[in-house]
T-cell receptor, first 112, second 112 residues
Framework: DARVTQTPRDKVTEMGQEVTMRCQPI?????VFWYRQTMMQGLELLAYFRNRAPLDDSGMPKDRFSAEMPDATLATLKIQPSEPRDSAVYFC??????????FGPGTRLTVL | DQQVKQNSPSLSVQEGRISILNCDYTNSMFDYFLWYKKYPAEGPTFLISISSIKDKNEDGRFTVFLNKSAKHLSLHIVPSQPGDSAVYFCAASGGSNYKLTFGKGTLLTVNP
């Protein structure tokens, strides 16, 4: 049963600290997405990659967020420095078709 | 500017009855629409989709209707079951990119 995995599942940190979230896409999926879910904004697309190349990161605050795919089995989302307003659930998703995306369980981030 | 709107934050129905979840969109470039279902502490999972060349798509108890002139789609669940209780997200995509734009979700509660 192929699934997208995300680590950590929960992260509590203090303002100003660096946060790194990791995602392992489903083997063979060549498109990877990062989303953020908040009560106010719902599900927002932060960035996505196709064949490891970043295609769009317009949804991401550039000054503090960065997303990379060091290899086909790992995607990372970093926040440095973190702020309380970054508190949210961050989802990674992967896919191959134009539209269907398989989501991971999410990382719940709390910045104090 | 929200391009995909789910105006009902919540909906409560009795088991066995029909659940109707609604979604409106503003971007006329959207040509593919999806519904995702999300349980607590899990990522969204794909439920059903519809292309703009159709006005109806059915999969078991789930039917999605698309009214392009009104820029409106709806998800019908018949009969509703307690296990259907979840947050339902409407999503839309258009053009050749891989981006999905999500609504904020509707919490469906099916009472036994």
């Amino acid at each position: 049963d192929a699934r997208v995995t995300q680590t950590p599942r929960d992260k509590v940190t203090e303002m100003g600290q660096e946060v790194t979230m990791r995602c392992q896409p489903i083997l063979g999926h060549n498109t990877v997405f990062w989303y953020r879910q908040t009560m106010m904004q719902g599900l927002e697309l932060l960035a996505y990659f196709r064949n490891r190349a970043p295609l769009d990161d317009s949804g991401m605050p550039k000054d503090r967020f960065s997303a990379e795919m060091p290899d086909a089995t790992l995607a990372t989302l970093k926040i440095q420095p973190s702020e309380p307003r970054d508190s949210a659930v961050y989802f990674c998703a992967s896919g191959t078709t134009l539209y269907e995306q398989f989501f991971g369980p999410g990382t719940r981030l709390t910045v104090l | 500017d929200q391009q995909v709107k789910q105006n009902s934050p919540s909906l409560s129905v009795q088991e066995g009855r029909i659940s109707i979840l609604n979604c409106d969109y503003t971007n006329s470039m959207f040509d593919y629409f999806l519904w995702y279902k999300k349980y607590p502490a899990e990522g969204p999972t794909f439920l059903i989709s519809i292309s703009s060349i159709k006005d109806k798509n059915e999969d078991g108890r789930f039917t999605v209707f698309l009214n392009k002139s009104a820029k409106h789609l709806s998800l019908h669940i018949v009969p509703s079951q307690p296990g259907d209780s979840a947050v339902y997200f409407c999503a839309a995509s258009g053009g050749s990119n891989y981006k999905l734009t999500f609504g904020k979700g509707t919490l469906l509660t099916v009472n036994p």
